[in-house]
């Protein structure tokens, strides 16, 4: 498509506004089309963004969680906190859609898309490319309730699940990257003969970072000689590629092993860690496109066989990811470090959310841990460092200064796999133009914008290989990334064109 879906969207919104275009509700469904897709938490900002665009009424959301699920009150419809967006382990977006939003439809459609991001990325691939069945949430009215003073949004129980085949896959980087230690626990893993069942692009370069606890992040800002509080980004604090390696592959497993200066982190700081000053570890689960750019970027793995592997869970109150095995049993969750076995405390969590809850409790319990995001994802209990010395910004990033980025890419099957079809034509018209935006810079400024980290823009940049994009100089407005890595993230990132070296 070559049509400005912003401005669609933004003629949509006039037409609600004029009483012209109303939104959907939960009676409306089933959809005439209905997609299914899994994959990728970390883009679940990005993707929800993308889909709205192709809206002409107000998208209605369905949601798996609340915005504080501690908080004692009717959960299932989010009564006293309200809803938070989008969904955790699943959720929905549903809509109407025509012709002059997505290319190839005839007349008025309602759409419904149903995303699953628990397990992460890996999910976006293998069983997209085989036809597996996997869990998606059900979206009707028996499993999701409005959601009290909200407008257009339903929270949904994710315990009620049915089997259904993905129609399409998100995935933080190229579905070949799903091998050896980035597949998923019991799964197969990617090959030649799978890829083949694929039609994959990638859409566009996401941004991810280093999360660390306020209270960590506090203590390296004093021992670096930084201002605690002062303004982003010249107060943040760095480490190095090297440093962050050693943390996470558990080189390094207690913070007063940390040394500025000959002195222990753990007495420079003003506020050290309470009862337990081993290295916490915020990680996700194999099988997570977060994860496995981090493996890559950061470890090496599984680039080459020397590389050095990350360090996996070794405490039951992650067994059901985030959630209580059993009452009693980790009743403090994330924050109850001592049954942890090892030298270091590591939690794996199925998506980017429980990433969040897992700083957050730790936080809370002034745990000093690190962890794994994308620049999506924000918080006010943790912040993001910078990495050799400069911040996670787009223009870092396009310049060649960050490099902790990786290509996602978008897939569905290009042949009937297992008696399971390629998508319908409506299907593949919608698909495609999620593809298509999710790739364009004005597009993607209009979802960083929704992002503020405090430190400058951020978040997902068009790629440079796109036909007609300017790559300099940079402009934050319309991002592209100044380098490749030609698919692979194994490859070292080149240059693309003319690029200014001052």
Not at 60 to 80: A, H, K, P, Y
Not at 84 to 108: E, I, R
Not at 201 to 227: D, K, M, R, S, W
Request: glycine fraction near 8%; proline fraction near 6%; hydrophobic fraction near 35%.
């Amino acid at each position: 498509m070559k049509m400005n879906k912003l401005s669609a969207v933004v003629a949509a919104a006039s037409l609600a506004v004029a009483g012209s275009a109303s939104a959907l509700t939960i009676a409306d469904l089933p959809a005439d089309v209905q997609i299914d897709v899994s994959g990728a938490s970390a883009s679940d900002k990005t993707f929800q963004g993308v889909f709205n665009t192709l809206c002409v009424d107000t998208p209605v959301v369905f949601t798996d969680r609340c915005d504080d699920e501690n908080v004692e009150s009717d959960l299932s419809t989010c009564v006293d906190t309200g809803s938070k967006l989008p969904g955790k382990s699943y959720a929905g977006y549903f809509c109407t859609m025509d012709a002059s939003t997505v290319s190839g439809l005839s007349g008025s459609t309602t759409v419904l898309l149903r995303k699953r991001s628990t397990g992460g990325s890996f999910w976006g691939t293998v069983p997209v490319a085989n036809a597996d069945g996997i869990d998606f949430m059900e979206i009707n009215s028996s499993n999701c309730n409005a959601v009290p003073g909200e407008s257009d949004v339903y929270k949904c129980d994710k315990n009620t699940v049915e089997t259904a085949v993905p129609d399409a896959g998100i995935s933080d980087e190229e579905p070949e990257l799903f091998t050896s230690l980035n597949v998923a626990t019991g799964a197969t893993p990617m090959d030649a003969n799978l890829r083949a069942n694929l039609n994959v692009e990638p859409i566009n370069a996401l941004t991810f970072g280093v999360p660390v606890t306020n209270a960590l992040f506090a203590a390296l800002q004093e021992a670096q000689g930084l201002t605690v509080g002062g303004p982003l980004p010249a107060n943040m604090p760095s480490l190095s590629k090297e440093q962050v390696a050693a943390l996470i592959s558990g080189s390094i497993n207690n913070w007063s092993d940390v040394q500025y200066g000959g002195v222990p982190l753990t007495t420079l700081a003003t506020t050290p860690p309470t009862a337990d000053s081993r290295v916490a570890i915020c990680r996700r689960v194999n099988g997570s496109g977060t994860q496995a750019q981090m493996n890559a970027n950061f470890l090496h793995a599984p680039c080459t066989s020397a590389a050095s592997f990350p360090s996996t869970d070794n405490t039951p109150c992650t067994g059901t990811k985030g959630e209580n095995p059993s009452p009693g049993f980790c009743s403090d969750g994330y924050a109850a470090l001592e049954f942890a076995n090892g030298a270091n405390v590591v939690h794996e969590n199925s998506g980017s959310g429980d990433v969040t809850q897992c700083l957050d409790d730790l936080q809370d319990a002034n745990r000093w841990a690190i962890g794994v995001q994308s620049l999506e994802k924000a918080s006010d209990k943790w912040q993001f460092i910078k990495v050799n010395g400069f911040a996670p910004t787009l223009e870092n990033v396009a310049e060649g200064k960050y490099f902790d980025w990786a290509a996602s890419t978008v897939q569905w099957r290009n042949k009937v796999v297992n008696g399971e079809p390629v998508p319908t034509a409506a299907q593949l018209a919608i698909l495609s133009s999620i593809r298509e935006e999710a790739g364009q810079p004005s597009v993607l400024d209009g979802i960083n914008d929704g992002t503020d980290q405090g430190f400058g823009a951020t978040g997902a940049l068009a790629l440079g290989t796109l036909p007609g994009v300017t790559l300099s100089p940079f402009n934050a407005d319309l991002p592209v990334m100044q380098y490749s890595r030609n698919g692979k993230t194994c490859s070292v990132q080149r240059a693309l064109g003319t690029v200014d070296f001052e």
